[in-house]
Nanobody, 116 residues
Framework: QVQLVESGGGLVQPGGSLRLSCAVS????????MGWFRQAPGKEREFVARISWSGGRTYPIDSVKGRFTISRDNAKNTAFLQMNNLKPEDTAVYYC?????????WGQGTQVTVSS
């Protein structure tokens, strides 16, 4: 059973930074592309960024380019989302997911709140 556990969320002021982590167990982490999604109150879940299984390619959405960086450490079975220059509109529950045949595996989410 593949399990994903996010951590690192919290309350931060606009312009601040947070680093989210996603620890994966029970599967072959290095074989999965990994992704981060978010869901703001009253909105649909939104794709944020994806990273290839090797870490060689990343695909962030336009609204986070230059601010968010997705990365991974295959030796530690962990994916990361470094978020800089956070804005109030980044407030959401952030989820990591692993791509097998599709986005098959999900974490429980971690709350990120950007507010002064």
């Amino acid at each position: 059973q593949v399990q994903l556990v996010e951590s690192g969320g919290g309350l931060v002021q606009p312009g601040g930074s947070l680093r989210l982590s996603c620890a994966v167990s029970g599967g072959t982490f290095s074989s999965y592309a990994m992704g981060w999604f978010r869901q703001a109150p009253g909105k649909e879940r939104e794709f944020v960024a994806r990273i290839s299984w090797s870490g060689g390619r990343t695909y962030p959405i336009d609204s986070v380019k230059g601010r968010f960086t997705i990365s991974r450490d295959n030796a530690k079975n962990t994916a990361f989302l470094q978020m800089n220059n956070l804005k109030p509109e980044d407030t959401a529950v952030y989820y990591c997911a692993a791509y097998g045949l599709g986005w098959d595996y999900w974490g429980q989410g971690t709350q990120v709140t950007v507010s002064s």
